[in-house]
Each structure stands twice: as C-alpha cells, then as structure tokens.
C-alpha cells in the first residue's frame, strides 16, 4: 500500500487541501483568541479562596456528585443572574443597554435549553478524577427557574429549582432532594449560591455583581454583526469566590444569550470554565421544573434543612 | 479579524497566528462552529498550563493538532446520533463558507468550482472522523509520523486510515479527479 504511487491521491490530496484551506480562511478566530488570553490571564490569578465543597447531601450522592453539582448549580445560577439579574455594570453604557436588553428578553416565560460544557483547569485537575473532570449537561431555563440534566461519566444528576424558590436534586428516578432553606440564614458563600438563583434579592448584586465591570466588544462582532460580546471582568483589587471573567454572546436581533463562558475559580486558583450555548428556545410544561416531574410515583423526597453550623464547618465560616 | 496587544507576547503571537488554523481543523472534524471553539480552547488551555515545559512558538503547533485530533475523535465518538440542522445543512453541501472568489470566474467556472467544493464537502463528512483528520493533515503537509502521532495510533495504522479515505474519496470524486488530470 503505497498511495503516493496512485495519482489519485496527489488529485485527492490537493482537494481536501484546498477544502480545508476555505475552512481555515473563512474561520474568525477572534473569540477564540479573547478566551485563550482571558484563560493565560488567570495563570496570576490569586483571588479569594472558595471554600471547600458542600458535603452535607446523603452520603452516596454527595460522594459522588459534590464537586459537579457544585460545578452546574453555580453555573447554572450564575448564568440565571446574568440573564435574569440586574446586572447593570456603570462603566459601560452599551454593555448595560445590551445586558437590559437580554435581560428583558429572558424575562419572558420563553424557556431556553443550553448545552452546558465544563472544562477543568489541567493545571489543577490530576486527570484521574473523573468526578472533578469533564461534564456535560443540558440545562433548561425560565426566569428564575432551571433544572438540568447533567451527565459525568457514568452518572446521570438532575437537579433544578422551582418557582417556589426550592432547589432539589436527584440521581435517581426513586429518590430526591429538596433543600428549604432561607437564604438569608445560610453563611455567605452559601447564601451566594442561593442568592444567584434569585433575581429578587438585592444581595445578590451586592455581593455577586458590584465587582465586575462590563465591556462591551463591538470589534468582535461577525462580519455580518450577527453577534454582540460583552465581556464582565473583576474590578482590579476585587475577588469574588466564584468567578473571575464572564463572556455573554447575544444575538442582538433577538437579545437571546446565544452563549456564556464562565471563568470559575476555587481555593485561589483558576477552577475550569463553563460554557453554554444556546440550543433552543421553545415553551416547556411547568412541570419539568418540580423535582417530582423527574421521579417515579412512589419515590423517596427528603428535606432537608441545612444545620448552620454543618455548613460553616464545610464553607470554612 | 485578530485582536491585537501592544506588547510583545511570544506565546500570544503563537495563539494568535495558530487558532484561525487549529479552528478551521476542528470544524471540518466537527462539523459544529461552537462545539469546535470549545475543543479548541479547552486544547489551548491544556497546552498553556504547561507552556513552561514546551517551547509552544516552535513545537506547540503539533502539540496542538495532536490534541485536537484526539478531543474531535473522543468527542465525535462520544456523542450521539442526533443531527441538527447545522449539520444537515453541512451534509448537503450547502457550503456558506465557501471562498471561492466567484467574482472573477467565468459563469460555468464558477459553477463547476461550487460543485467540486460541495463535492468535496460532502465526501469529506461521509468518512469517519479518524480518516476526515488523517487527510486533512496529511494533505495540510504533515508526515506520516505525524498523523500517525496525532491520532494516537502504530504508523502502519495511519497509513491504512489514510489509504481507506484516500481510496473512498478518489471514487466520490473521480469525475473531478479525471476532469484535473486531463
């Protein structure tokens, strides 16, 4: 099998050469090359440390999935609070008129299915922990409400938040989660991951939003202006527990929030990003945001109430 | 369209010169814009976080095609059947990429070029993603060693996968084929 002996190959070969080649020069790289610098920028990052990991799920689930709940719930409630949130950053008239814009857009009982990507940091994930690796997950959104299907190897965990305010989780079509608790009695790093899925608590833009400034990147516009890049930065000398850098792609015919890179951090160090990216945008039942619309008739729901002090114990307050 | 910075930044040179290249290959292995974007900087990131134990301006390009090759084949055989109309519209040939300067080509040259790019295209993603990137390589001017490198397998195999497209390509296309060679 010698194919430079055939002809047909020198024919083939250039075929495919000059077929990649419209590929490569067709390609805007541009946002590409924004998120690879954003990512070498977090190489200095030292910001605040994220508390170690919420552990008080059962046993089983929370073994097996804390760091990727903790992963999805915060991603996922990051993205409700930027679609959702008041998120209104001083320094940038057009990034905040686009982000209103979004933000109306998102308001409306339109729900929105994003495909949900997480990629660890290699510099601080060992490649051998699959529980910390990469995942994927489907994620359905409404105004405050989500729930999401999420995938991690050979587990599958779904988990939401209703309309009441209620976030749950569930491995398995017998059993569920529902957590009660009162945001306002839950320490700080906690209270940040429940605020961000309320877009009624003024806290949340406090504490979760006030440290960005807001840009919006009218040079990263496709040739045809089919996109809007606003990028959400933290103010130098500020650190949030979570979050670094966010990148929000909007369709500016539609306000839709087409996709949003997430630069998460944890314990001081660059933790991974988090990608979404629109899939579609249709009506979905109620239901599919109450945990019981995912399990068996007769299944098993716990309660739980989160002990204070378990909590402080575990988020190092 | 490329960003520029002020300073000079090897590494950024490096990112900057390669990603509209890395990009493109991984769309054609892909055949999905963002779920190649996301490949491709999850691979920039690996590389980055060890740019201390490469010389990435003068070896990261292979370094970099060798995992995006191997992230496009675990992510195409990972995922599952299911096509959207991005891909359906890819599959057809209906190629809104195509770069051809039509301009300036007579009618029935512009038209043959269109059939020979959409051609091309839709022999290119019948084949499996291994053979689509041992080709494109292959064809980009790398050495057998290379694609045999990139896509994790014994040189013998990179030849065979690149035989079996070579060879399936050359029956899609031969009326093009014959049609250049005369």
Redesign the interface.
């Known amino acids: 099998?010698i194919?430079r002996d055939?002809?047909?190959?020198d024919?083939?070969?250039?075929?495919?050469?000059?077929?990649?080649e419209?590929?490569?020069?067709?390609?805007?790289?541009?946002?590409?090359?924004?998120?690879?610098?954003v990512?070498?920028r977090q190489?200095n990052a030292s910001d605040d440390c994220l508390p170690p990991r919420y552990s008080t799920l059962k046993p089983q689930l929370a073994s097996r999935s804390r760091s990727f709940t903790w992963v999805v719930v915060t991603a996922a409630a990051m993205m409700l609070a930027f679609v959702g949130g008041r998120y209104l950053g001083p320094h940038s008239a057009n990034a905040s008129v686009v982000l209103r814009s979004v933000q109306s857009e998102h308001g409306r009982a339109v729900d929105h299915c994003y495909r949900v990507?997480y990629?660890p940091?290699?510099?601080y994930w060992d490649g051998k922990n699959k529980l910390e690796g990469?995942s994927t997950s489907t994620l359905w959104t409404r105004g405050d409400r989500f729930w999401s299907d999420c995938t991690m190897g050979s587990l599958d965990l779904k988990l939401g938040r209703e309309a009441n305010g209620v976030f749950w989780v569930s491995s398995s079509s017998s059993k569920g989660i529902q957590f009660t608790n009162d945001a306002a009695d839950l320490p700080k790093a906690v209270a940040v991951i429940c605020a961000v899925n309320s877009m009624s608590v003024p806290r949340l833009m406090g504490e979760v939003l006030a440290d960005f400034d807001l840009h919006a990147d009218p040079?990263?516009q496709d040739?045809d202006g089919a996109k809007t890049l606003v990028w959400a930065r933290l103010k130098p000398g500020r650190s949030h527990p979570l979050l670094s850098d966010v990148l929000l792609e909007i369709d500016p015919e539609t306000n839709v929030l087409n996709?949003l890179v997430l630069w998460t951090t944890r314990d001081g160090h660059p933790n991974g990003?988090v990608?979404y990216?629109l899939r579609e945008s249709s009506e979905l039942s109620d239901d599919r945001y109450q945990l019981k619309s995912h399990l068996v008739v007769d299944a098993e729901i716990e309660v739980h109430t989160l002990p204070v002090a378990d909590v402080e114990d575990h988020f190092g307050e | 369209?490329?960003?520029r910075?002020s300073t000079h930044d090897p590494?950024?040179e490096w990112?900057?010169e390669t990603?509209?290249?890395a990009?493109?290959?991984a769309?054609?292995l892909l055949r999905n814009r963002?779920?190649a974007?996301?490949l491709?900087?999850?691979c920039?990131?690996?590389l980055?976080?060890?740019s201390g134990e490469y010389n990435l301006p003068r070896d990261g390009k292979k370094l970099l095609y060798r995992s995006i090759t191997n992230a496009c084949i675990n992510q195409t055989q990972r995922r599952s059947p299911e096509t959207s109309l991005d891909q359906l519209q890819w599959a057809s040939g209906e190629?809104k990429?195509?770069?051809?300067d039509r301009r300036t080509a007579e009618p029935i040259q512009g038209a043959i070029l269109r059939e020979?790019?959409r051609a091309?295209?839709e022999a290119?993603n019948e084949l499996p993603v291994a053979q689509r990137a041992a080709?494109?390589l292959?064809?980009?001017g790398h050495t057998m060693v290379e694609v045999a490198e990139m896509l994790e397998v014994s040189h013998a195999n990179a030849?065979?996968i690149?035989?079996r497209a070579?060879e399936t390509?050359?029956v899609r296309?031969?009326p093009?084929?014959e049609d250049?060679?005369q």
Do not use: C, W
Request: no cysteine.
């Open positions: 099998m194919d055939q002809p047909s190959n024919a083939v070969d250039k075929m495919v050469r000059e077929y990649v419209r590929e490569i020069v067709a390609i805007d790289a541009t946002g590409l090359i924004a998120r690879v610098r990512t070498r190489e990507q990629a940091d290699p510099r990469p040079s990263a040739a996709r990003t990608t990216t | 369209m490329t960003p910075q590494i950024d990112v900057v990603s509209p290249g990009l493109g290959y769309v054609t963002e779920d974007e996301d491709v900087h999850d920039y990131s690996r980055l976080a060890k190629d990429h195509a770069l051809a020979l790019e091309v295209a290119m080709v494109e292959r064809s980009l030849r065979v690149l035989h070579r390509l050359a296309l031969q093009f084929i250049e060679n």
